[in-house]
């Protein structure tokens, strides 16, 4: 099955720096890659996500890139702020209907 | 819509005692994820349905564990007997495409 390796497992930036989040994966088949953020005491949501098809996609400040050569995709925050403090967690599928594969997760502190 | 739904919020049960966690799913939604969270394995797997049908168990524990859906919108995690390694928060997610949905999930502690 799909393996997801993620780094790093801690993250401390400061506010207005910016912020990445690396993660592998292993099934070369798998087509759909998102981003959930899970805040203290909630469920994982889904912050942005990419597809196979597409290298990069932004949205506001945050930005996910994707190498299918590589197998690699990552997560960029910029201009971090203290509500950006959170766990991060990548996700591999491949197809439709399957469940997420999930890395072990980045807990991310942005101090002010 | 509401979200997925789950209860308890919170349970604490003696080792021994059954347990039975809900999950109500979003509205439409044709596919439910039973997950488990730990400091130690993050998040994994334990089972999932597609169209009320089990498709992959593989991440189910023991036979201890059991899940079912009575209907297209709501399932149960059943731990039978429990243990203390079973404290843990448990997720359930629906999806209709590729996004999975997530509950607040249940914390459960078994002392």
């Known amino acids: 099955g799909e393996n997801v390796e993620q780094h790093p497992s801690t993250l401390s930036v400061q506010e207005g720096d910016s912020a990445v989040i690396k993660c592998t994966y292993s099934?070369?088949?798998?087509?759909?890659f998102p981003w959930y953020k899970q805040e203290l005491g909630k469920g994982p949501q889904l912050i942005i996500d990419?597809?196979?098809?597409?290298g990069e996609k932004k949205d506001q400040r945050i930005a996910v890139t994707l190498n299918k050569t590589a197998k690699h995709f990552s997560l960029h925050i910029t201009e971090t702020q203290p509500e950006d403090s959170a766990v991060y967690f990548c996700?591999?599928?491949?197809?439709?209907?399957?469940?997420?594969?999930f890395g072990k997760g980045t807990s991310l502190l942005v101090t002010p | 819509d509401a979200g997925v739904i789950q209860s308890p919020r919170h349970e604490v049960t003696e080792m021994g005692q059954e347990v039975t966690l809900r999950c109500k799913l979003i509205?439409?939604?044709?596919?439910l994820f039973w997950y488990r969270q730990t400091m130690m394995r993050g998040l994994e797997l334990l089972i999932y349905?597609?169209?009320?049908?089990?498709?992959?168990d593989s991440g189910m524990p023991e036979d201890r564990f059991s899940a079912k859906m009575p209907n297209a919108s709501f399932s149960t995690l059943k731990i039978q007997p429990s243990e203390p390694r079973d404290s843990a928060v448990y997720f359930c997610a629906s999806s209709y495409t590729d996004e999975a949905f997530f509950g607040q999930g249940t914390r459960l502690t078994v002392v």
């Open positions: 509205s439409g939604h044709n596919s």
């Open positions: 099934d070369s088949a798998s087509n759909y």
């Open positions: 996700a591999a599928i491949f197809i439709t209907g399957y469940a997420l594969n």
């Open positions: 990419i597809r196979s098809n597409v």
């Open positions: 349905f597609n169209n009320n049908v089990p498709i992959d």
